[in-house]
Structures are given as structure tokens and as C-alpha cells.
């Protein structure tokens, strides 16, 4: 199915890329449909895997996925998708280090919607600056999930304080702080 | 009072949940009950008997065998009861029931395999190491997961557990049903060991689970359980005892039977009859079993009973209690008294007192007042001795002689008198001022008596109500009353930053009569007007000086404003003319006041008038302080009382009397739009009549009529207000805000209009007709309730019966609005109780966990602020530019230099608004270094106290105007066909967090190619909307013959949705089916023949193209660009759509936005939805409210609802949780996990009696101990 213009998977990815800062390498679109690109991080290459279409995912793709990974000897994996995951595939991820995407992840920069205030994960510095400040264990700020489609975005993991900059109707600017937890 | 109260020397840290172990019960028992008697013959308590005297005495002189105490001091002792056989306890039986299921039945372990069961416990190590915590979720999984039929451990197999409510189980073996007695399900628990309970969530510390099952029964002492002599003599037992009474009676048969070797049938009866007893004794209300009645049939009240509801232990005896030193009377107005004072009647101010301690300097008229005793007014009640005795003056013989003898160091409660603080109070309190400290004045007659500018705080009117008073006796509570609760400093609300308290009803009446041009007083008037307030200045020059002296009331209001008070303001009269004339307003409605002189406008509500921000008496308190507000809002009430007074104002029967002309083009006016009516009717009878979008013909007719009606009695409203001039008393009054709207006039003088139940025309009553006067199905106005008449005119009889069906409908309304704001507010309370602010400026809940990180996101508490801005720069900038003298502007660069020198101390906005105010103004250097440096000092001001209980004003200001807002549902947002759910029930909603709201919408934006025009937009529209079959379809019916489903489809609804048949070819697809197209009709046939009636509904619902969920679509035109609305909501699908704006589209479903965008867009959703109601309704609510709310209920990174499953149900004390609902079941989950309650919060410690960790509560004595870090580089230096 060559299409010219890329796919919402695609679109998703793009803009996943441009918010975590992943430099893209290499894109591929398989004969399946499957479009894959191959990144650029701080902590190492990533896999991205683009399913389309509303289908379900199951352990095969996960599967799909790992040996692809294995062959290029890459320690991790995204899949994107528009459908849902089934239990199976979502244990399976967990084990072999691939990151799902949830298929409500926006295909635009949402960082860019009026209701969106900023989020970045702060640095280690930064972190012990806070908690010394409000003399706080990180339990005690305020939560955010790590399906949280802005954590998402910025690829917080559960443990990282996300600081978050809002547009202040009585202050004009504000930060808040979260910290990333499952669920 | 004072001095006999015990110095607190112990304090509750912590209150500790479990169980009590048969063991325990017996070490704490003082005896062991055996006989179900009570008294005896003599009335004296039997031995071992129920009333034994080990237990506790009741009889006032007499001592407690056990601890040799009286009644009074002696707290009870607890007795025994041991069960014959073992009986299980009715609220563990849930538990019990977990817990058998997922243990091994023979080794009593968890039936998980080992490596699960460690991974299980380092993941619960793991998670409480991250969240502090373990969630209870994690517990139930372990629950859920323990399943299995063989054990793992022993191997044994596991047999189906069967549990029949209330208390039996069974188990499935192969053999059958085998019952479980108490005696085996115990031994099973016993096996289970401490390490796996831990999984479980148990503390096998303070709750072993065999411990659910009685062995031992508790008796309570006899003060829990207090018999009542009746007048006639006879004892009447508590309905405790009465349950005692028959578990022992069983209990003792059931032993008898077992030592004399009964058959095992008796025995089981008989233990299930105990089980019974000792279920009822504990819950009587336990679903399974039938309640146990007392002998007159009403149904005991036994321990749960006894804890649970608005009428239980906690909400009725621990967080609220009657007190001593109060009175409660009707009140009534009176304009003389002082704004915070309270009229006392002399019988009230008799029987409260006041402790006073006796010193050198009063001991003359302390003497007095004890030698006049307690009957003869000033005079005292109590006396008490520095030893603590307190002598009752009323039983003192020679009162003479206890005055003579009276020293310093004694204290004399005498009675209330002149000066005395009081606290004020009328319920419902739904916010702060509604307890307020007054000024004892002790007047004849029996009623209170408040100032009416107090009424508003307090919501009273005096048809009736009665208010209570309140007199603090300690020297601390006394002055935290003068310090905090004055009604002078209850003026600015927390819920505005505005006044509450003001000018109302003929004080505006009089203000505006008083002040007008035409008001000319002579020299005699004024000098009376200037005594009645007070005024002992000079007479200012009058205006007029021939041919006698006369001055306006403008000069005279003058007299009482600061000198140098400047302000401007358009008056409530102003008309809103498109171009303002400003002073040379023709009606006077432009005020000016310039250096303390008022030199155009009239005063009225807007000036002076109560919950007005920014009028004259708020610029008044802002810039000269609370006590100055007082006196002036006093002086200006007397001045006014006066004026009125003399001047006279009524408002009668005539004075509704139109002129014929204006009456004729009313009739004229009424009758235009009756006709248009009629020419619906006739158009919808031919059928000829436009269909609304969404609704049906019929419905919209309806709409169409009542808008024409509304139209006619608008204008007929109109028309009759403006025939009456500025003289007209009524005209007076709605125009200066001080009672009534214009609506009321038109109602009152030209046509009272459309009656509506349910925001509908009247239709209900007879068949098609609402009384019998009228044919089946006659539209017309005067059939569905439209009242022609006046209230002037009065109602014919048909219009006199609409009108009371509209009526009831208003009476109803309110009753229900009532019942739900209040339990929302109390919803509110509970959830936000224990935050508050603290040193560092954050706001926390009781255990430390922040929810702010700056309290409003700028620090600034809206009571203290200006109607909700932190500093008025504008008025700053302006003020100073009157005081100080400019010569040269400062350029812009100083102003910035000066500006980044404070930027750490300001708020961004506030710099911004700084930076523009400056530069507009030119001020000089000078001045601009002051306006810098007050717009930083007043910010400072203005910020929040720590300890501030940030919370419950929050809570209340949200909760307050509740009562306040429409419960009609449907509001039209927008377009005119679209339906909101708006006030209350939206409120409500948005705070019980629903998963679905009730009308849900989109507002969809698009890009700026598509914005532009109708037809892009609706292009872009018809991609969203949902389409099915049905939409499309003719017809879609079941084809016996071939064994198909046929749709038939409709080209003209096809061409309306956009959908090709190419599209509709794509989008008919069905698993197991075979989809033939011809032309207009669609054939499906199943590929295995079946129910084809299941086919149908599923046809008809296939989405053929469009996003599910949205309903309906309606592009109209806002700010010059198309949106698109829709019915229906569906976010994450909306913003894939080509076209669409992601960056602005938005719905108003808030779960959505958290799943699609996250929780800080949920957050501004929750802010966005609640202010918008708010101010929909125009309630003046400060944003920080709103926002506080927003940020706790998104705290978890999940939306919580404030209420039961959510936020309060999730707060760390038990006590908290258990107060507010589902007590039982919280007390019991506390138990097994060992929970211990630390008292951090508010609820808690008023359940065991101490001071509340908020505001001057907070206030401790901490000892600080160097932190071993700290000591290190202490030693460094």
C-alpha cells in the first residue's frame, strides 16, 4: 500500500521523536505496512514500530519486534499504534524493555494545546533542589501517571519528577512539580 | 469555668485499630456476667447479673465497686460473657470469607506458589518505598489471585466455598455440601501464619484473624447501656441490655444442653439462635436476618445503630456537641445599634455570665454585683474561690456576706453586660461570616437585635428566624474573638475579596433620595440629620444662601468621607448609554468624589451597597482600614435611617397605575404577539412550520411560542417601566438596586406572563389540555398558561390557577436546590478540611503531602486581596500620581532597571502590569520608586497567613453560592437548539468527577483555511458527525423469504451526510456475511442461517463513517471565525481529523481530557468548567477556590471525586473517614490492617476533643534539635 502522504502511526512517531529529542536515523516502510524508524538517543539507539490501521495487537508483533531488535542489536523498542493491546502483548512488553503507545497519544505536539501547560523531566540537581526546598519525600508532591500522555511524551519513567510550567491566571507563571508514578 | 478546668498535661498522638483477642477481653473483664437479670426485688444490682456493680454505678451517691469512684468520675469497666460455642462476628464475615478462600484448608497458607508469593512481598516493599504507601489495591490483588484447587504447599486439594449471607458457609466437597461451624472456620484461620496475613494487608500484631470469631463476648460497662426510671416508676432497659439479656438467656440453655449431652440438631439450633443474638447485638440492620424488635415492634438499636448516620455517635455527639454559655432567640432589626453590636434581652443577659476575675482595682464593683445575686440585673451568678469551689449565688442565703468576703485572686461570674463579646451565629453556617463576634448591649424586650447592614453575612430576615449566641469564657478565646472574629473584620469575604457586608433595601433607597440634586435640606433638617450620626464638625457653607440657607445631600453625605478620598464609578442607575456623558449625566449616575467631596452622582447600591466590589465603602476599607469602614458604614446608616425617617417613602396600589396610553400599547403589544402565535399554530396545523434541528415539530413549536410570549411580556414589562418616571416609589427601588428588577414592575403594572413547570408551557392535567375549560389540544396562550393580566389588574380564575401550578414549582425547586448544595458543601468540607497553608508557603494536607506549591499559584489570600487582584496597581499608579509632584518623567529604562530589582518579590504579573501602569502614567523618579516600592509592600500584605485554613474557605466559598444558583437544568449555550446542563447539577457533576456528563459537547476549532467559511466548516463537520445505517436508511427489515437483511436507503439523507456510495461500500462490512449493493438497496445475508433479528440491531447502528459518539454537529460563527459544536463527545478521534485545530478544540468532558491530553489539562478543564458555571450564574467566586479544588482532585495523577470515592474516602485518619460515611466498614478495615489514626487533622482531633492543627491552633512549641549535617559544618566553622 505505498501512500504518498504518511499515516497518523507516522505522524505520531514524528512527533513522539520531536518531543523526547530523538534524532531520526533511518525510516523504512515494510512491505506489511509497517513503518520503522530507527533513532538517535542520549541512552541509546530505539526502534520504532509503526502499526497501522484500528487493529489489535497482539504477543506476535511484540515478537516481531524483539527479533527485529535482536538483529540489530538494540536494547529498545516502541510500537505505535492505533488499536488496542491485549493483556498478553502489554506483559509481554514490559519484559522485553518495548514501550507501548497508547493509542489516545495525540498525533500533534500537545504541548502545543491551549490546556497543555509544559512538562520536562528535571535533572538530578534540580531534583534534590526541590525535594531539600519543600523538604519533601518525592512520594509527598503530587502525582502523575506514567500513561499520563504528557509523561508520555516527554518519556518520564516512574521515579522522575516531571516540573511543569504553567500559565498562571492570578501569577501569570507557575511551576509545579509531579512525580512520576505506575499505573 | 476557667479556673476549674484542669490544665491540659496529656495530649492523644495517636489513637491504635485492631482486635481484641479472647484473652485480652478477659484480662480487661472485672466480671464475668452469668445471669440475665438486672435488679433484684430491692432494686438493688444482682451479682454477675447485667447492672453488676463491678461494672460501673449509675446511682448518684453511690461508689463503683471497682475503682470506689462515683458516678461521675468513674469511666466504666468492662465484664464477660463466655460463648458456649464460638460465634463469628457479623462485620469480618466479608473478610472471612476472603481469607478462607485463599488459604490452603489444611496448612493454612496462600494457595501461591513461593516465588509468587516473593515477588508479591518485593513489590510491596518496593511500592511502599516509592509512594509511602501500599495502596489497598495491591492487597485485593494478592486476594484475587490466591485461587486454586490444589495447595502448593501441602497439596491438599481445596474444595468450593459457599457463603450465604449473613454468616454461614459451606464447603463443596465431592461428598456435598458440608457446613462450616464458627468452631472450624476458627481453627482454619488460626493456621494461617503472620508472614502470609502480611500480604493480605492484615497486621497479625493487632488482628489475628481468628480473633473475628467470638469466643469471649464484651459487656459494656453500664454507662454505655444507662437504664431510665420512667415517672411511673417502673425501669426501662437500654436496647443494649435487652440484647444482652437474650444472648445470655441462649447462651446459658445452649450450655446446659451441651453438659446434659442434648442431640446435636439442639445443639445447632441453638447455637445458630446464639449466632443470631450476637449478630443483632452488634448490627440489626445486617441484610439476611430479620432486625430484633423490641416488645412494642420498633426495631433495637444495637452497637452500629449506634455509631452510623446523621444521628450517630460521630456526626451527632463527637463532631458536634451541645454547649454550655449559649442562648438562642428570634431576632429582630434594629438600625440604632452599632454594626457590631448585638441586643441582648436583659432575661438573657441574667442567665449567661461572664468570669471576671477580682482584682484590687474592681473589687468594689465585683462586691456589688455579688451582694445584688443572680435575680437583680447587674449581678452575678457563680463565685469561685481560687481553691476552686464555685458557690451558686442562687443558693446563698446572705449574699452580702459572700461579697464581703470575696478577694482578689476569686473570680465572679456575674452577668452579661454592655461591652461583653459575644459570637453571633445563624445556620445554616455555610461560610465564615456566618459566625461572627458582636458587642454584648444588653436592651429590654426578648428578642437579638443586629444592625441590618449584618443581615447578608448571616442570610437573615426577620419573618421569624431565630439566631444563637454564644459567650467565650476563657481570656484566649475571648481574644482570638476580638482579634479575628469582629464584624469589622468580616466585612471583606474570602469568597470575592469584596464586601459582604453593606448598605441594603431603604438605606440604597435612601442613599439615592438623599443625594439626588433635587434634595435641598434647611439648616434645621440638616443639624437634626448631623446629630442622629453622630457628625460634631463644623457646618460646611450651604449651596443655596438665599432666600434662607439650604444645603444638597450631597454635601452633607460629604461630611463623612475621607478627606482625601478619591473615586469614580458609574452609579446602579447608570442606563449604559452607548456614549457616556460622564458628569453632565443627565440621571446623575456618574459619581465623582474628589478630595473627600462629592461632586456629581447619586449614591446607591453600587456606592455603598452590600456585595458590591469595588464601590465606594470597599475603596474605603481598602485604603483607610476596617475600623474606619466601620464608622463610616455606621455613620452613613444613621444619617440615612434619619433621612428616610423624616422624608417618608411608601410604595402603594396606585402608584401601579398606568396611563391609559401606555396601558393601550400594552394591550397592543400583547395582542401583536398573541397573534403571531396563533400564526404558528395555524402553521404548524398545515404543517408548514420550520422543524428546529433535533427536535420534533411539535417541539418546536413549543419553542417557537414561548419565545414569542417571552417577547410579549418583555415588552410589555418595558413598556410600563418606562411610562413610570424616576417619582415612582417602585421605579426607585429597582433602579437603585435596593429591592425588586424591572421584571418585577412589569409583572406588578402590565402582565405577569407565561406560567412554566418544568421549563415548558402548562399541558398537564386533563387528556391534550391542562383544565377542562379548554378543547383537546388547544395551543393557544391563554390555554397553556400564559397570565394576560397584572398583578395590579389581578388574575382572572384559569390564570390565578397557572400561576399557583408555576408557583409550586418555585417552592419545590428551592426545597430540593437546598438539600443538594448542602450536601455538596459538606462534600467540599470534608474533602478539603485539613489543608492549609504552611511555613514554606505550600499547601498540605495533614499528612504533609503538598497540593500547591504556592497557595493560588501567587500566594495571596482573596480576602486580603482586591476582588481577587493581589495589588491594584492601576489605582496605586493613579493615587500617587495626585500626591506627588512631577516634574520630569522617569524614562523607560529606569522604570525597567527599578522594576528588575524587585522581580524575586513580585509576581510576574504584577511586574507586567507595573512596567505598562508606569509607563502610561509618567510619573517622575520619585514617584516611580514608590509606586514600586507599595505595589511590593501591599503585595506582601496581601499574601495568605501560614496556618491558614486555605481548605475550608475554599470549600465554603464554592459551596455557599450554591443556594444561590438555578436548578432548571437547560440552558442554551450558544446556539439556540443546543442544550447545557448548567448551575447546580453541572457543579455537582464536575465535582463528583462523573464519568459521563450529563450533556456533553464539543467545541470544535479548525484550521484558519477552514475557519473561514460556512461551507468548509460544514465540510469538515460532516466528517465528524457519527453516521449509521439508520441515518441513512429508509428502511432496514428482515427478508424472510431469502434469509436476508435488507436496507433500503435514502439518497436525499445520504447526500445531507456526504456519504458516497463508494464510502458506504467500504464501510458495510459484517463477519459472517455476504454484503450485496444494488443501487438503493443494501442486502446483507448471514452466512449460517440464525437469528437475523440480532443482524438487524446491529445494521442499523454500523457506523459508516464519522467519529462514534458524537451526535450531532452545529457550525455556527464566534470572533469572526466558524466553530463547530457538537452533541456527543469523542476527543482523541476529534483531533485526528484532517482540518481540525488540535491545539484549540476542547470538550467538556474532563475524564477525556485526562485520558487525551493528561492530568494538568484536566486540571484547567475542572477550572475552566466549574468558573464557567459560576460565572454563568454571575456568582462572584475567586479563582483560587476553583483551583484548589482543581489541584486536590488531580493530585493522585487521577481525577478524584470529592466525596466518599474519592478524595475523603482516601484521607489518612480513620476517625476522618469514619465521620463522614460508611463508618462501620472503615472502623473495620482500620482493625485489620492495625491501622493507627495520627490525629493530623481536623476532624479527628474535634472527635477526641483537642485543639485543630489549623490556624492559631497550629501554633506549637517545637524544641529544635541540630540536624547531624547542620552540627557537622557548625563544627567545621
Known sequence: MPKKESTIEEKKAEVLMHLRGYKKIDQKRLPDGITTYTTKTKTGDIIIYCIPGQGTIGVQYINKLKKVMKDENLERGIIITSGRYTQAAKSAARKRGIELIPRMFPAFNLFEHVMVPKHEIISDEERQMILQKYKVQPYQLPYIHVSDPAVKAVGAKPGDIVKITRNSQTAGKYFAYRYVVEG | MAATEEAVHKIVEQLRFGLLSPQEIRKLSVAEIQTADTYDEDGAPITSGLMDGRLGTLEPRQRCKTCGNTAIRCPGHFGHIELAVPVIHIEFTKIINNLLNSTCRNCGRILLPAERLAKLRTRIVRVKKMLGVVPNELYKKVLDEAKGNECPYCGAVQHKLEFTKPTSFHEMSEEGAQRLTPSMIRERLERIPDDDLELFGFDPKSARPEWMILQVLPVPPVYVRPSITLESGIRSEDDLTHKLVDIIRINQRLKENMEAGAPTLIIQDLSELLQYHVTTYFNNEASGIPPARHRSGRALKTLSQRLKGKEGR??????????????????????????????????????????????????????????????????????????????????????????????????????????????????????????????????????????????????????????????????????????????????LSPRFGGPIIGAIRDFITS??????????????????????????????????????????????????????????????????????????????????????????????????????????????????????????????????????????????HDELELSPAARQKINRTIQKYEDNVAALIEKYRKGTLERLPGQTLEESFEIYALNELAHARDEAGKIADQDFSLENSGIVMTRTGARGSSLNIGQMAACVGQQSVRGKRIMRGYLDRALPHFKPGDSSPKARGFVHSSYQSGLDTVEFFFHAMGGREGLVDTAVRTQQSGYMQRRLINALEHLRVEYDGTVRNSTGEIIQFVYGEDGVDPAKSDHGKAVNVARLVDQIKISVQTRKPADQEYIEKKLKEVETQLTPILVEQLKSQLTKAELGKEAVDQAIHLTVENYKRALVEPGEAVGIVGAQSIGEPGTQMTLRTFHYAGVREQNVTLGLPRLIEIVDARRIPSTPIMTIYLTKEFSKSKEKATEVAREIIATTVEDVAKSVFDDPEKEEVVIELNPALMKERGVSPKELEEALHFPNCEVKIKEKTVRIKPKKAGDRRKLIGKVTDHL???????????????????????????????????????????????????????????????????????????????????????????????????GRHGISGEKSSVLARAAFEITIPNIVDAVIKGESDPLKGVTENVIVGQAIPIGTGLVDLYMSALVESDAKTKKAE
Not at chain 2, 463527637?318 to 441582648?344: Q, Y
Not at chain 2, 437583680?376 to 449565688?393: F, H, M, Q, T
Not at chain 2, 463579646?421 to 444588653?442: D, E, W
Not at chain 2, 434634595?519 to 440638616?526: G, I, R
Open chain 2, 314 to 491: 460521630f456526626r451527632s455527639n463527637l463532631s458536634g456537641k451541645r454547649v454550655d454559655f449559649s442562648a438562642r432567640t428570634v431576632i429582630s432589626p434594629d438600625p440604632n445599634l452599632d454594626i457590631n453590636e448585638v441586643g441582648v434581652p436583659l432575661e438573657v443577659a441574667t442567665k449567661l455570665s461572664m468570669p471576671e476575675k477580682v482584682t484590687e482595682w474592681n473589687i468594689e464593683e465585683m462586691r456589688k454585683l455579688v451582694s445584688n445575686g443572680p435575680s437583680n440585673y447587674p449581678g452575678a451568678l457563680y463565685v469561685v474561690r481560687p481553691d476552686g469551689k464555685r458557690i451558686r449565688l442562687e443558693f446563698v442565703v446572705d449574699q452580702a456576706k459572700v461579697a464581703e468576703a470575696i478577694e482578689p485572686g476569686f473570680i465572679v461570674e456575674r452577668h452579661l453586660r454592655d461591652g461583653d463579646i459575644a459570637i453571633f451565629n445563624r445556620q445554616p453556617s455555610l461560610h465564615r461570616m456566618s459566625i461572627m463576634a458582636h458587642y454584648v448591649r444588653v436592651l429590654p424586650y426578648k428578642t437579638f437585635r443586629l444592625h441590618l447592614c449584618v443581615c447578608p453575612p448571616y442570610n437573615a430576615d426577620f419573618d421569624g428566624d431565630e439566631m444563637n449566641l454564644h459567650i467565650p469564657q476563657s481570656e484566649e478565646a475571648q481574644t482570638e474573638a476580638r482579634l479575628l472574629m469582629q464584624v469589622q473584620d468580616q466585612i
Open chain 2, 511 to 652: 442613599a439615592y433620595l438623599f443625594t439626588r440634586r433635587t434634595t435641598l435640606l434647611t439648616k434645621e433638617e440638616v443639624c437634626r440629620l448631623l446629630l442622629a450620626s453622630g457628625y460634631d464638625g463644623p457646618l460646611p457653607e450651604p449651596q443655596v444662601k438665599k432666600p434662607e440657607p439650604l444645603w444638597t445631600g450631597k454635601q452633607i453625605f460629604s461630611l463623612f468621607l475621607p478627606k482625601d478620598f478619591n473615586y469614580t464609578l458609574k452609579a446602579t442607575i447608570c442606563q449604559g448609554c452607548t456614549k457616556c456623558k460622564e458628569e453632565e449625566c443627565e440621571y446623575d449616575a456618574y459619581v465623582v468624589i474628589k478630595d473627600g467631596v462629592l461632586k456629581a452622582g447619586v449614591i446607591d447600591r453600587r456606592s455603598i451597597g452590600a456585595e458590591q466590589s469595588e464601590s465606594i465603602f470597599h475603596r474605603i476599607i481598602k485604603d483607610y482600614g476596617t475600623e474606619t469602614g466601620r464608622e463610616f458604614l455606621n455613620k452613613i446608616c444613621q444619617l440615612l435611617k434619619q433621612f428616610t425617617t423624616m422624608r417618608g417613602f411608601t410604595y402603594s
Open chain 2, 1104 to 1202: 459508516i463513517k464519522g467519529v462514534p459518539g458524537i451526535r450531532r454537529v452545529l457550525v455556527s460563527e464566534e470572533k469572526g471565525e466558524w466553530v463547530i459544536r457538537t452533541d456527543g463527545s469523542n476527543l482523541s478521534r476529534v483531533l485526528e481529523i484532517e482540518n481540525v485545530d488540535p491545539t484549540r478544540t476542547t470538550t467538556n468532558h474532563v475524564h477525556e481530557i485526562a485520558k487525551t491530553l493528561g492530568i494538568e489539562a484536566a486540571r484547567n478543564a475542572i477550572m475552566k468548567e466549574a468558573e464557567g458555571v459560576l460565572e454563568e450564574q454571575g456568582l462572584d467566586v475567586d479563582i483560587r477556590h476553583v483551583m484548589l479544588v482543581a489541584d486536590m482532585m488531580t493530585a493522585t495523577g487521577e481525577i478524584r471525586q470529592i
